[in-house]
């Protein structure tokens, strides 16, 4: 064949890459049941896939061959370490014996394999963060050095948590499976719980100095719809609701200068329409279940605020008694902090202000930056500049994201200048 063949062949698998390894991989772990044999059967495969096609031609299943070279070239690989390490001997064998039947290449068996990818490495067993970590890396394809960058660590930190959590889903046996019907409800809430983790992260980091990791966030998203692609459960539909409305105002969240807009000040002609009809299309789906979730109530809050093309229009009321809905499904201090801000919005700042004291009076939110943020902008509006000043001072304390670090120093700084003014108007 010609050069530009090879160049076309490379372009094939390119896109095969892009597309489909993800599918490759989950069903050689499936295979093979080993996340590190799988990952090098999938290379592998890919490579002798450069090699043989150019003279061999595209195959009608391109997937499925891929697959099929993967597994041999594993019980290869494992032969080989056989004569080293006695274990691998009959782990090869055991492989060699399970022969690859028509329906590993079936689609729905595939997406049965992402599926199982996606609850293993989200399961309750491993921390939080190498859940998180796994995830990104199994099954959205992430570098272990995206990673890193992501969570503001070294990648060599981020390769040993992960190869940590590989071990532990070995060494615990962590079946890889989907659960059960009975078991479904528990373990749906931790991948939840990963997914949205991964879009936070990436819709308005925890630290450092970027406000949003764009990339993060369309991960999440693209998690999320593959996610209810499998298993369209109510909860799904509504994390999906809740993440496509919040990326939506994303081009409006800062300035060209990385500075943080707040929500009543953004300019809502940048919102995204197409994201914000989708997402609400979705609460409508996700709200009529029996048994509503913390999800699908987030989202509908957020579908109040989107649907108001004017801060001045937006539905507090509304807003006010979707937080207590959520506060009855899922009593927290922080949902309840928001659901004050949405009264002195409804009622006005002095009865918001009485609601933020007694839960800071409580101290389960004395170290949570937007607790003293929120109190400040209340004493603020009330004209009680000192205690707006004292609480200011607190959340740049605690604040440790320079976006939201900058924001915070401007508010002071006005607050500051205001009494300046006031002083030598009194003089």
Same mark, same amino acid.
């Given at each position: ?41 999938? *290379? ?12 061999? @031609? ?52 595939? &997406?049965?394999?992402? !599926? ?80 949205? !983790? ?34 369209? &459960?109510?909860?799904?539909? @509504? ?6 409305? *919040? ?121 949570? *930056? ?58």
């Amino acid at each position: 064949m010609t050069r530009n063949s090879a160049d076309e062949i490379r372009k094939v698998l390119d896109e095969i890459y892009r597309t489909d390894s993800r599918r490759v991989l989950a069903t050689l772990i499936r295979l093979l049941g080993d996340f590190e044999l799988a990952e090098d059967a999938m *290379h592998e495969a890919f490579s002798a896939a450069m090699e043989q096609w150019q003279t061999e @031609g595209v195959p009608k299943n391109p997937r499925a061959w891929l697959v099929s070279a993967g597994r041999f070239k594993a019980i290869d690989q494992m032969r080989r370490r056989a004569k080293f390490e006695t274990p691998f001997e009959p782990l090869a064998e055991q492989v060699a014996d399970g022969a690859i039947v028509e329906e590993d290449f079936d689609d729905d068996k595939i &997406e049965d394999d992402r !599926l199982r990818l996606i609850f293993t490495c989200c399961h309750p067993a491993l921390s939080p963060e190498a859940r998180t970590s796994l995830t990104l890396r199994e099954v959205c394809g992430l570098t272990t050095e995206e990673i890193a960058r992501a969570f503001l660590t070294t990648p060599s930190t981020m390769a040993q948590r992960i190869v940590r959590a590989k071990a532990k889903i070995r060494e615990a046996h962590i079946p890889y499976q989907v659960p059960t019907k009975e078991d479904l409800p528990e373990r749906l809430d931790t991948v939840l719980q990963v997914i949205y !983790l991964i879009f936070n992260e990436g819709y308005l980091a925890s630290s450092g100095d970027s406000a949003t990791r764009a990339d993060l966030s369309e991960e999440a998203i693209r998690l999320a719809r593959l996610l209810i692609d499998l298993l369209p &459960e109510p909860e799904v539909t @509504g994390l999906l609701a809740l993440m496509l409305l *919040h990326e939506s105002r994303r081009s409006a969240r800062t300035n060209p200068d990385g500075d943080l807009i707040l929500l009543e000040d953004q300019d809502r002609s940048l919102w995204n329409r197409e994201m914000i009809t989708e997402g609400i299309s979705l609460v409508e789906k996700a709200l009529p279940s029996q048994s509503v979730g913390t999800y699908a109530i987030q989202a509908a809050i957020a579908a109040v605020h989107a649907e108001a093309r004017t801060p001045s229009e937006t539905d507090w009321s509304e807003i006010v008694g979707l937080y207590g809905l959520l506060l009855q499904v899922n009593p927290s201090p922080v949902v309840e902090l928001n659901r004050a801000v949405a009264v002195a919005m409804r009622d006005g700042a002095e009865e918001g202000l009485r609601l933020v004291d007694d839960i800071l009076a409580r101290g389960e939110l004395e170290d949570y *930056h937007l607790a003293h943020s929120a109190r400040a902008e209340l004493c603020r509006r009330l004209g009680r500049s000192n205690e707006a000043k004292i609480s200011y001072v607190r959340a740049l304390s605690l604040a440790q994201q320079e976006p939201e670090r900058r924001l915070i120093e401007k508010r002071l700084g006005d607050l500051e200048l205001q009494q300046s003014n006031e002083t030598n108007d009194q003089a």
